[in-house]
């Protein structure tokens, strides 16, 4: 028998959220039919310019990061105060809980607060899960080029994220579909600019089924500075990080990814263009055309341009920008449902 997936309930390790702001204290339940702790939690206010925030359990429920700024770690126990069996707790931010307003939250599952990890040259305080493929470490830098850090993931990583904790410094991504030969390259998080080509990323060395190589770059390895990584596996039915070619065209390119989509995450590594995010959530049934920039602090958009059909197997391109369909695109996606449970029941489309 064919193996399809090895999830068949995504809703245990990943779920998008929408809900409305009290501008007080508040608890959100996840919406699936499944129970899941949060590990990290990805906030936007959906109304408004306030800056996105990252919360985690390893660095700690009150350490607040802005993936749209090169600003460093910040105590802010206003936004969340605790992750649930079910969901998380919010105080009175209005980037998170501001009143009447709608928010959009983006939760993956890890393994708890995690533990001491030291099978890289710099050791690692991590948590993992094994199954879904997600990773959250922190670790404080040698400033040695070359030195490694575990990631326990088991597989190569197909996606990680690093940010410096301690100092003002850009997000810099990895993605293994960013090229030919991704170990050169890098993009920001926090920024528009193309793919470019650095050995400071990765030392221009691949990363191993354990193991991720720093290069020299300042934001990921200067000596003594505390970071955090956030780092993804491929699970067939659950994620897919990968890449197309967009044809400029409002027929726009299919992408298969094995699975209906919950959240798809795209960026142009050709072209100065904004980091594109599209979910199950904020639109229930298709074309998905709510769109928000990852890279900034703009309010939620809408438009014929960005339009995309969430599909049983993938995304269908239906709108002519070039942030998401023109030259090469590389993405991100995680599961709703797989395309064919391990019982081989297909899902259905939206």
Known sequence: MAVYTTIDDPEKYFQTVTYTGN????SITLPGDSDMQPDMVWFKRRDDTDQAKIHDSVRGVDKRLIPSAT????????????????GFSLGDDDSSNASSASHVAWCWKANGSGGAQTDGDIDTVRSTNTTSLFTVATYTASGTTGDTIGHGLG?????????????????????????SAPETEFLG???????????????????????ITLGSMIELNTSGEDYVMYAWGEVQGFS??????????????????????AMIIVKNIDRSEAWKIWDNKRDTYNVA????????????NATAAQKIDILSNGFKIRGTSTEYNHSTMVYAAWAEAPFVNSNGVPCNAR
């Open 240 to 261: 897919k990080f990968g890449s197309y070619e967009g044809n400029s065209d409002a027929d726009g390119p299919f992408v298969y990814t094995g699975f209906r989509p």
């Open 23 to 26: 501008g007080s204290t508040q």
């Open 71 to 86: 600003s460093a770690e910040a105590d802010d126990d206003d936004v969340v105060t605790a992750f649930n069996s079910d």
């Open 155 to 179: 597989v190569k990583p197909a996606l990680y994220i690093i940010k410096s904790r301690d100092e003002a410094r850009h997000w810099r991504v990895y993605h293994h579909k960013n090229t």
């Open 289 to 300: 055309e709510h769109t928000i920039n990852l890279d900034a602090a703009t309010a939620e």
């Open 189 to 211: 998080l926090n920024v528009t600019n193309a793919t470019e080509d650095d050995a400071g990323m990765t030392n221009d060395t691949a990363p191993t089924t354990s193991l």
